[in-house]
């Protein structure tokens, strides 16, 4: 594909004043600190619930609510940091990128440079290293993508590659070389301080389990939820964001959750937008862009409706939310892609 264009605005046809474009990228460090603010208090309300109901069953739901804010916004703001648009003062940045990479168990650098290979190549076969699930997906994959199992896989796999200094020939290709040392300490890191876990609790500190380990588990669903209906269901191999990427609309909690990702569509066009200024982008250009599929609930449940009945051998066509035509058949279907991580 020699005469491949980065997946972009550019590629997809969007125009936008210059002027509004600069004004929509300037950065700050307000609305970060504001939304870290907001995060932890979060954190600390339902963190709470799970003190007041331990050695009850009532822990259960407790951490389950506790797990969907630590794991949301930690994969959201891995990614914004990845980025490097959730501040404006870089060393600030790079801390956050860390401590929330930790929580979302990926290496920081490995994240920031098989992301930037997803906007180059979005849903692109055999160049996009972020392809998570095969395609089309069917039932089982999507049980694996949504209980977490195949992204646990992935993460545990890249972390001990790392860690030995071993990389694929993707990472080969995506990341400089002069990091590579730096992914390799922390990916070490990660892993000396996942172990420490197990190793408090012989010694009978049992916090990081109640308030880490077993609600970042029950919260990876909801995570994966939210990142799932991103691509999944749209065109491969095309240059237009229109046509690979999904946005969706939301309520007030989904959207603070997602730091308006919900918007997907405007932050492949312009991934040097910040969160806070999505929808303001989607003002700008919202008129050359399609519709936002519905509710975060209701698109998931179509999604799972289309790949059960992919599975059945059953008619595909989604009801409402957007689809590649090629992906609507009557249950005969050909394997497209592999998922790349």
């Known amino acids: 594909m020699t005469d491949f264009v980065a997946t972009n605005a550019k590629s997809s046809g969007i125009q936008i004043d210059r002027k509004i474009l600069k004004s929509l990228a300037r950065r700050s460090d307000r609305p970060g600190l504001i939304y870290l603010a907001q995060w932890v208090g979060f954190l600390f309300a339902t963190g709470v619930l799970i003190y007041l109901s ?86 089982i994959g999507w049980l694996h993508e949504i209980t977490g199992f195949a992204l646990a896989r992935f993460h545990t796999q890249v972390l001990f590659q790392l860690a030995l200094g071993r990389f694929s020939d993707i990472q080969n ?21 996942y172990a420490a876990i197990p190793v408090l609790a012989i010694f009978g500190i049992y916090a990081p389990i109640w308030f880490f380990v077993l609600p970042r588990l029950l919260g990876a669903p909801i995570m994966l939820l939210f990142t799932l209906i991103q691509h999944v269901e749209m065109q491969e191999n095309s240059p237009s964001i229109l046509d690979s990427t999904r946005s969706f609309r939301t309520n007030w909690l989904g959207r603070f959750l997602y730091m308006d990702m919900n918007n997907h569509v405007e932050h492949h066009l312009y991934p040097q937008i910040p969160f806070y200024s999505l929808r303001d982008l989607n003002g700008a250009v919202g008129d050359q862009l399609p ?10 449940l179509e999604v799972l409706d289309v790949v059960t009945r992919r599975s059945l051998g059953r008619n595909t066509k989604a009801r409402s939310i957007r689809q590649a035509p090629h992906h609507v058949t009557d249950g005969q279907y050909e394997k497209i892609a592999k998922a790349t991580m």
């Open 54 to 139: 331990l050695g009850t069953i009532w822990v259960w739901p407790a951490m389950l609510l506790y797990g969907i804010f630590l794991t949301v916004p930690a994969y959201s703001m891995s990614h914004e940091t990845a980025h490097g648009t959730a501040f404006k003062t870089r060393w600030l940045n790079e801390c956050v990128l860390w401590v929330t990479s930790l929580i979302y168990v990926e290496e920081p650098l490995h994240r920031r440079y098989t992301h930037t290979n997803h906007h180059t190549f979005t849903w692109h076969v055999g160049k996009d290293s972020q392809m998570p699930f095969d395609t089309p997906m069917t039932l």
């Open 173 to 193: 290709a995506v990341i400089p070389e002069q990091e590579k040392p730096k992914l390799v300490r922390n990916a070490r890191i990660f892993l000396a301080i």
């Open 291 to 300: 519709e936002p599929d519905p509710g975060f609930w209701k698109t998931n």
